[in-house]
């Protein structure tokens, strides 16, 4: 590790954040020879990532400020106020953390997250997140294709369906002891979603180890589905026949689908999904149909009526 | 017992009158600082929304409160509390219409009829319209007690739409709107129990039209 710092410690939280910039650039300079070498032994929360990619289905948007991101988060297992997980998810333990990939495939297997972060090389992604609630954020993660390590576990024939699972330790998540959804918290994709090269595993934003409160070690991230599909400090990972049900499908089936792609034309009984608020601008802007990545995805959903399937 | 004269009930209410600012003066303060978190819009939205609802509670409280403490100059500051749940309410609803919709009248005219909780939390404002219009002397006065009386019982039907607003806004956590939705049940129930209280005591040939179980107007004929 290059620095010694407790883990729950946010760096920008000690660290203003123009300072926290020139310390990036520091540790770019002169730790960029040793981290090319080798990945940090154990990456904490806040750690450098090496990222060798710059990808080229990145948005050319502002990306939102990191303290933004890191301090308005949904993540119910540390609480249901936004500030809630930056607040608690500190108890995370990251280390050691294994996800097992199971299901129908033809190796099962179960990762050490310190593999995992081996096991391709580390792309930096700037997507558009589009929050179910009317909110956006523009989020420069880092991570690998899903698809990287589905491949790894080799998918057998009737295997339609992905389904993820978030760690569930009352001990370390004070909101998993209340009930507000049915936990574990799990998320699902179809297997040609699941496969599509924008559908990322993150395992970092702003060029660093992600934040405990942004899902450490390892989530999920769809950039054109609402940003709950995301799901985050993964556990599980199998392959399934049949659509799984997942956590708010089962808490709401009315209100939230399985699908959950971006569509201005679908409103939530809450919210309007015809406009969203970019965090940090004031005034609303429009939402764009798959939440503007339509040229990549909307051959996913040929013939399929998307009011039906929300 | 504690029954301030006209100077002290002057200076109680100057004091009441800066308190309840204060939640106001909190988001200034917190805007000018730019500590109003990711969602600043959001925020104050939220933020105005606690407050009318807090201010409803406790308009309702005082009766409850003058019946437990004996105290009858309690009435006397009920209509400052309830016209600034109004006046909170008004920024509320601003802070919706410019900050969060930015005046787009068709997006908030489909709010309103499409977003039930907008639905009911409109209705809860347009009730309490009529309430803030007359409370002053000069309206009593003209609608006369009895009416005025009638008139300011809808309070009891905003209160229930404005926790069904909050209830129907949680996306899943309804802890906390299940707090407010107790504490209305127990002032409403209150209410309950002194109807049947005074039912009782009129079959009972105690009739006592002016017994504490009776609101009066602050200012009436009688
Ligand atoms: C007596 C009337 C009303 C009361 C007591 C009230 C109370 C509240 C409360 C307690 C909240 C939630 C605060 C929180 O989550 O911490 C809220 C949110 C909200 N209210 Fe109201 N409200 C009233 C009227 C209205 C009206 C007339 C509108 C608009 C037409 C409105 C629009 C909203 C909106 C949009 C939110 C959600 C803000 C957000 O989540 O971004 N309310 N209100």
Not at chain 2, 109 to 132: E, N, S, W
Request: charged share 20%; hydrophobic share 45%; aromatic share 12%.
């Amino acid at each position: 590790m290059l620095i010694n710092r407790p883990s729950d410690i946010v760096p920008s939280e000690i660290t203003p954040q123009d300072f926290y910039a020139r310390r990036r650039e520091f540790i770019k300079a002169v730790g960029g020879l040793a981290l090319a070498t080798a990945l940090p032994q154990s990456a904490l929360a806040g750690d450098p990532l090496r990222v060798t990619v710059k990808s080229p289905y990145s948005t050319s948007e502002t990306p939102t400020p990191l303290k933004n991101v890191i301090a308005y988060n949904n993540f119910y297992e540390f609480g249901t106020d936004k500030e809630d997980p930056a607040r608690n998810a500190h108890t995370l333990k990251t280390r050691p953390w294994t996800v097992s990939i199971e299901g129908l495939v033809k190796r099962p297997k179960t990762l050490a997250i310190d593999d995992i972060l081996r096991l391709a090389p580390l792309e930096e992604r700037i997507y558009r997140m589009r929050c179910v609630e009317g909110w956006s954020m523009v989020i420069p993660w880092v991570g690998f294709p899903l698809a990287t390590l589905l491949k790894q576990v080799e998918p057998l024939g009737n295997a339609k369906y992905v389904e993820l699972t978030s760690a569930a330790d009352p001990a370390t998540m004070p909101g998993i002891r209340r009930d507000v959804l049915d936990w574990p918290y799990t998320e699902g994709l179809r297997l040609d979603e699941a496969m599509h090269p924008l559908t990322l595993m993150a395992v970092g934003l702003y060029g660093e180890v992600l934040p405990n409160q942004n899902g450490a070690p390892l989530r999920l991230v769809v950039p054109w589905k609402y940003g709950f599909k995301g799901a985050k400090s993964l556990v599980r990972i199998r392959l399934v026949e049949q659509e799984p049900k997942t956590a708010w499908v089962r808490a709401a089936p009315r209100e939230y689908g399985f699908y959950s792609n971006v569509n201005p034309e679908v409103d939530h009984p809450r919210w309007s999904q015809g406009s969203e608020r970019r965090i940090g601008e004031f005034l609303k802007r429009k939402t764009m149909m798959f939440n503007g990545y339509g040229d990549q995805v909307g051959q996913l959903y040929a013939g399929m009526d998307l009011k039906k399937f929300y | 017992m504690f029954n301030p004269n006209p100077r002290q009930l002057a200076g109680i209410k100057a004091i009441l009158f800066a308190a309840c600012l204060l939640p106001l003066l909190r988001l200034g303060w917190g805007a000018w600082n730019d500590e109003l978190g990711a969602n600043p819009i959001e925020f104050v939205t939220r933020s105005l929304g606690t407050w009318t609802l807090n201010f409803l509670l406790v308009t309702l409280t005082v009766t409850p409160l003058r019946k437990a403490s004996g105290w009858l100059w309690l009435t006397r500051i009920r209509r400052m509390l309830g016209l600034f749940a109004f006046f909170y309410v008004v920024l509320h609803l601003s802070s919706y219409l410019w900050l969060d919709q930015f005046f787009d009248w068709t997006a908030i005219g489909k709010d309103i009829l499409k977003r039930p909780f907008i639905t009911v939390g409109m209705a809860a404002f347009m009730l309490l319209v009529p309430l803030a219009a007359t409370s002053n002397n000069a309206m009593i006065r003209r609608l006369g007690g009895r009416r005025w009386q009638a008139l300011h019982r809808s309070i009891y039907v905003i209160g229930i739409f404005a926790v069904t607003h909050y209830w129907w806004l949680v996306k899943k956590d309804v802890a906390l709107p299940g707090v407010y939705a107790a504490t209305l049940g127990v002032l409403l129930a209150l209410r309950v129990l002194w109807r049947y209280q005074e039912k009782q005591k009129l079959r009972a040939g105690a009739v006592q039209r002016n017994a504490p179980g009776t609101v009066i107007p602050i200012t009436s004929k009688r």
